[in-house]
């Protein structure tokens, strides 16, 4: 049980060892390691469970809920209690905190946290240095060292990594993955409880998106399908106008369904990022800095500030110098050759060029984050979204513009528009579960090889039974930039970004786009659903509780989307290539800037968080402040009595 | 003293009551109404001076620290501890809480509500009424009905306000507004304690305003003064981007300044509107909101907006309907009169009618804002600000923009440039102190006089001698536009945003007008301090925080100052007036399209709040709730086993 009576979790964590080897078995004196780890792993509490896979060991262990809270309580984890206010967690008073929409006391990235707090706290406790061996292995296991960092440095534990909950799983593929029938409908808080937060903010915000663009897909289809007669000239700006307003509206909705989720969830938004810095702020401040050092803390964030500057500006550098030139020279080439041979080898060489490019755009930024003071680890993750996201945008669209700009042919253009994105969203949905597949089978194939040369059996057929070998099998879940900082929800996130960008960035040129686009992000969900519950391990959970820096690209694309579709307008209505400033280009040109201002005015009429989410939580903290109003103040007098005295 | 020993406030409230007469004094049975209140203020434990004026009687008064901190338990006040959280005040543990920068415990604001708590709060405690009497006039006193309250409705009290304290206000006058020889530095700390936190914040903003435009102002003297050879076609173009970045940082800025103010002043903002809207809160919601309530909640928020909306819509139908084609008539005629006779005539009745449509205008924006449900008095202040400001700016602006269009003449524009802006701020300035001066001798005259005829004494030059009968004559700090949501700031930041506009706005036509506006603003910051502390009554404090409304009036302006400045480059480059987008004209809007994405940009690099600041406020959240977690933890727990049970 996933904690759901809230007596013990399910077995939830997987560590892998070597498979003991019986011909070694009283040859030498000490402990086997692996016993004894099981031996210590049970004595702190945990229930365990070994499992013989073909070439490892799997030991999968569950802890029951108190074993869990304690180590909780070790770990100082700030929960939200009933009064809405994040305080420390205690065992004893585990009734005054919020439980889970499932009813468990702990969210799953809580108690992954404590299942790892509990595990690497095993340290020898006693004075002497006790002997381990496995396989002829020997080590030392020294006082106060924590056995599963020893052993992971010994290179005896092979991986510790989450595992599926058979359960929950088979659930959420039946009531997820395989219910195409709900269309954009998601058991959201289910999604939320078996995979944490981010990814359940993901697919919300995908089943939203997807929601909303039935709008202007049912108008593009009205545009595409009727003849307005002398009314037509002004259906496609009608249009613009109508997709950027959706767009803008949907993203301020799209925030106010997010601070909605968190409550729901239980989850204080603003006390996180207290919780990030807190540590930091312990460091830098016991009171509030004067002179000297206020203006020391000064240079230092102004120096972070530049830093970050630099480096942004180096990446636009390197984007516009090197990338731009040969995206150029690409799509020149391509265009301007007739013969087939040379045009598929154009593009076999500048999908190998942009790969190595990709990747090493992605280290580079990834050094030059690493040199900047991010309050955090998403706040690395963002500032690395933002470096990545300029190459593919770079990539994606630059060719597109090139079409769009040289031939100022608008059915050339949709043509390409077309091909562009059934390519990239088709095929990508395509590999998205074909390569994991193929990576986890050829695994498979690989162990069951070694373990028939073992064997000696060179015919039979070994067979894969535990499921938890299966899974260590499959690929986990990590973007394709590297996985130091960001999850697979990168590649996804990246998938939807540049849809939406190339859908807006030329939705006057096609609106049926849309059409495609709805049909797609249908897909996508129980694609995604799928891969995410089939093909992958686990993924380890992340405190993200936003789409974070996603969000600002949206509105990036959004902008942007303003002024190519203006450009489009006026490639469309001036036709002779005159670029004279008449009466139409003009409204057109006034049209744009009454945009901007609807885009960037709009905020200031819908707030992102509704009314009753924020009057709750003022009312909360409202409420905390009275409940300890008292105390507090006793305590801050007494403490300054002291001092004076 | 005004607290500054922390044993008692000055004499900051001032009672205007009628003079007593002696030849009623034993006709009628009962007290004397004034006699009494006086013992009964005395009774609460406030010290009471009263002093005899020519026409009224003023009743005086002060609190010792104790009583005033007595008062603000009751009042349940919020202050600022030395852990940097907000709790309600309690005398027994005062030194808990922060002390204000000139070292008394409580600030002005407080020390006025604590006032007013305290002397509207002496009830008849006995069981029977109380008969009152004064001039022949008598009243009965009913048990538990407030004293003053009563005689404000009997027509007895004429005005309780606020008194200047004239050692405070002597030491302000001498290093604040004689004290040229300081340019832009100003006290503000002491103006804080003086004047509270909206007036000190305005001064700081308009010193910080002056010091920055120290910048443009060189380098339009430099455009104007030097000539750059074959460079100058590109010196305005440069000026613009100049001018446009310093607005933005300068703004960016502000708003860290802003947050390092409250800082230092102990002034939590994210605690402030939490208890603003703390009562409102209470009423709604006990729980998290579910089903049918929070379906209701949502409608009656959307219904807020909805109403808001309305609002808006109906005021820029307003200015656009009525207003826009009476100034464009007004600016049409004066343009194509040649008779000077007829131009003053026709500036007389525009002078005129704006007076009128100013009122007008105002009276409906009010009258709107009442049926919208704003959180709070400054809220609906902010809502009226952005009401009338548009009034103002089609006022203002409208004017020149005809000008600009139809000459397109940059010397003309320039020449009513300069006449407009001598013309507003010069006579502003002279009108902003002596309109109040001669209201004031209006009043003493109409004192004296009466004064005179009472006594028979026609020859005899009677005077003034008392200072609070000064004050009391004295014209109180108010809106030109009606005093029911806005003070005398509303004027000066108007005055302050609408020179904003127009040097922003025509800065590419006129680069020397940021050298007028520098002096302009130097001398407009010692006459505003002359006029709050010699002209005015001491004006009521609010408890704004921020300039509120204005931000984004400004950063409107801005936005607003891209598009002109645009418009302005075309007219000079293209004088021909063919409006070819050719390269030039091209360039131009590539320009502007860079700087509206630098606009909306560059709030992302710098943050609005000091990292110290932020880090200290987390910090200090973080050390509270450490505190009082354990304490709190048991109390939630005892509360829901109570529920249980």
New interface residues.
């Given amino acids: 049980m996933i904690g759901n009576g809230g007596e013990s979790t399910g077995f939830e964590v997987g560590i892998v060892v070597p498979k003991k080897k019986e011909w070694n078995f009283s040859r030498v004196r000490g402990f086997h390691c692996v016993d004894s780890m099981v031996m210590e792993l049970e004595k702190v509490g945990l229930m365990v469970e070994r499992i013989q896979g073909i070439s490892d060991e799997f030991i999968k262990i569950a802890a029951p809920v108190e074993t869990m809270g304690r180590a909780a309580a070790k770990l100082q984890l700030?929960k939200m209690?009933?009064?809405g206010?994040?305080?420390?967690f205690?065992w004893d008073?585990?009734?005054?905190f919020v439980r889970q929409p499932d009813g468990s006391l702990f969210s799953w990235c809580e108690r992954l946290s404590c299942f790892h707090h509990i595990i690497y706290g095993i340290v020898n406790k006693k004075r002497s240095k006790a002997t381990m061996w496995l396989d002829g292995k020997e080590f030392l296991w020294y006082p106060n060292e924590s056995l599963l960092k020893r052993m992971e440095s010994e290179g005896i534990i092979k991986l510790i990594f989450p595992l599926h909950d058979e359960t929950n799983r088979k659930h959420l593929l039946r009531n997820w993955a395989f219910n195409w029938l709900d269309f954009t409908w998601q058991p959201i808080d289910e999604i939320y409880s078996y995979f944490g937060t981010k990814i359940a903010t993901y697919f919300s915000f995908l089943g939203m998106y997807t929601r909303w663009l039935f709008f202007p897909a049912s108008f593009g289809l009205a545009v595409h399908l009727f003849d307005f007669g002398s009314g037509q000239i002004f259906v496609l700006p009608v249009f613009f106008v109508f997709v950027i307003s959706w767009a803008v509206f949907f993203f301020q909705f799209w925030k106010r369904k997010n601070s909605v989720l968190l409550?729901r969830w239980g989850i204080n938004d603003t006390?996180d990022?207290?919780?990030e810095?807190?540590d930091?702020?312990?460091e830098?401040?016991n009171k509030?800095?004067v002179g000297e050092e206020?203006s020391m803390?000064?240079r230092?964030?102004w120096f972070?500030?530049l830093l970050?500057?630099r480096n942004d500006a180096i990446v636009v550098f390197g984007i516009i110098c090197l990338q731009l030139p040969f995206e150029l020279t690409y799509a020149h080439l391509y265009e301007n050759t007739d013969s087939y041979v040379i045009k598929y080898g154009l593009v076999a060489v500048y999908l190998l060029a942009i790969q190595y490019y990709t990747r090493f755009g992605a280290k580079v930024s990834i050094m030059l984050i690493k040199s900047e003071k991010n309050a955090g680890r998403e706040s690395s993750a963002d500032s690395l979204v933002y470096k990545v996201f300029g190459l593919y945008f770079m990539q994606t669209y630059i060719g597109l513009f090139y079409h769009a700009l040289q031939h100022r042919n608008i059915v050339t253009l949709r043509e390409v528009l077309i091909q562009r994105l059934i390519v990239s969203q088709v095929l990508e949905n395509l590999l998205e579960n074909s390569v994991p597949y193929i990576k986890y089978s050829y695994k498979k194939y690989k162990a069951l090889r070694n373990k028939r040369y073992e064997k000696g059996q060179i015919f039979k057929l070994a067979q894969l039974n535990s499921r938890v070998e299966k899974e260590f099998l499959k690929p986990s879940y990590s973007a394709s930039i590297g996985a130091e900082l960001e999850d697979g929800l990168f590649d996804d996130f990246l998938e939807l970004a540049l849809q939406f960008g190339m859908i807006m960035m030329f939705a006057c040129a096609f609106p049926l786009i849309f059409c495609f686009t709805v049909l797609n992000n249908i897909t996508e969900i129980r694609v995604d659903a799928f891969k995410l519950l089939v093909m992958f391990k686990r993924p380890i959970p992340r405190t993200a509780t936003t789409i974070g820096a996603w969000l600002?690209i949206f509105q990036f694309l959004i902008?942007m989307s303003i002024?190519t579709n203006c450009t489009l307008l006026v490639c469309l209505y001036d036709q002779e290539g005159k670029?004279?400033?008449e009466p139409g280009?003009a409204a057109i040109?006034i049209m744009e800037?009454v945009l901007?201002?609807i885009k960037?005015g709009f905020s200031?009429?819908?707030p992102e968080e509704?009314?009753?989410v924020k009057?709750?939580r003022?009312?909360n903290?409202?409420k905390?402040?009275?409940?300890?109003?008292?105390?507090?103040?006793?305590?801050?007098?007494s403490m300054?009595?002291r001092r004076i005295e």
Same sequence: chains 1, 2.
């Fill in positions: 700030k209690t009933s009064i206010m994040d305080l420390q205690e008073e585990r009734e005054a409550a006390f990022s207290v919780r810095k807190k930091r702020g312990k830098m401040f509030i800095p206020k803390l000064q230092e964030e972070g500030h970050k500057i600002n902008v002024c670029w004279k400033l280009l040109l800037h901007l201002l960037f200031h009429f819908v509704p009314a009753w009057a709750n003022v009312q903290v409202a905390a402040q009275d409940l300890c109003s008292k105390q507090l103040l006793r305590s801050i007098s300054k009595r």
